[in-house]
């Protein structure tokens, strides 16, 4: 799929739309979900134009790949729940359940999260 200019995350990079900032790094961009499915739900996404994981994994510099779990990891301190623990999770393409098409990460925490996955 070739990447959209358009979508929503893509106008938030351009600040064409606000977004409530949590952190930023050269290559990365972390700001709260606008519908938290958590206590804690952030969603950290590179700066480049990827359309998803699968994307990302094969064609951003290994310097954008560090940045962004880096990032992850800084958003998680930040927010004091490294103690505690969270989750990272990142949907792809149909059967994932993406709906925005730049690639992003979940980033889950502030209470217990339950069951991985609901099962079929
Ligand atoms: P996904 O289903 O993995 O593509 O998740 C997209 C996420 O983006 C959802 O959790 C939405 O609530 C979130 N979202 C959509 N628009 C915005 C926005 N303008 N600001 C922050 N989060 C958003």
Redesign the pocket.
């Known amino acids: 799929m070739a990447y959209n200019p358009e979508n929503?995350?893509a106008?938030?990079l351009r600040g064409e739309?606000?977004?409530?900032k949590v952190y930023e790094s050269a290559h990365a961009l972390a700001?709260?979900?606008?519908?938290?499915?958590a206590k804690v739900?952030v969603?950290v996404i590179p700066k480049g134009a990827y359309v998803s994981f699968q994307d990302f994994s094969e064609k951003a510099s290994s310097d954008e790949i560090a940045d962004l779990i880096r990032a992850v990891g800084a958003v998680a301190k930040q927010l004091d729940i490294v103690a505690d623990g969270y989750r990272v999770?990142?949907?792809a393409g149909a059967n994932?359940?993406?709906?925005?098409?730049h690639f992003?990460v979940?980033l889950f925490g502030g209470q217990r999260l339950g069951a991985m996955l609901a099962r079929a």
């Open positions: 929503i995350f106008k938030i739309i606000p977004c409530k700001f709260y979900d606008i519908n938290p499915a739900h969603l999770l990142s949907n994932g359940g993406q709906e925005v098409p992003h979940h």
